[in-house]
């Protein structure tokens, strides 16, 4: 196999690194059917702007959620594990998104979580951050 331009060898990413991706897409599957069975429409998945991703951008009458989606060995292992410069990074990213989509920026905006483990129904916390922390 020839090496690319410039002589790097191409990245392959580690076993455990494909595996938290794979649980990663997995569980952002699960929370968006848990918040489209709650009655919301999804309007973007994992999308990405240069400050930072939202897992999961949702709407719901005149509610914008953006959603971080955690997945962890317990519920109580993935409420912790936003911390707050993920926080910081998901506000920026939904300043990002809210520019690019102005006809939703009068909308009510919140920042929720949605944990993940297995043999557990996912926990929806609303409210799990304000854009003020």
């Known amino acids: 196999m020839a090496k690319p331009e410039g002589g790097a060898e191409p990245k392959v990413a580690s076993p455990e690194r494909v595996a938290a991706f794979r649980t990663g897409i997995s569980a952002e599957s699960r929370a968006a059917a848990y918040l489209m069975a709650k009655g919301y ?5 994992r999308y990405r702007t240069p400050h930072g991703e939202i897992d999961i951008v949702a709407r719901r009458r005149n509610l914008i959620a953006f959603v971080e ?20 990074r998901i506000i920026d990213a939904a300043q990002g998104w809210l520019a690019a989509h102005p006809e939703h920026a009068e909308f009510e905006l919140r920042f929720d979580a949605m944990l993940i483990a297995p043999r557990s129904l996912p926990r929806h916390v609303l409210a799990a951050f304000d854009a003020s922390t």
Not at 74 to 84: G, Q
Request: hydrophobic share 45%.
């Open 69 to 88: 989606v955690k997945a962890r060995a317990s519920l109580d292992d993935a409420a912790y594990a936003v911390t707050p410069r993920q926080q910081q």
């Open 41 to 45: 429409r999804i309007l973007a998945k």
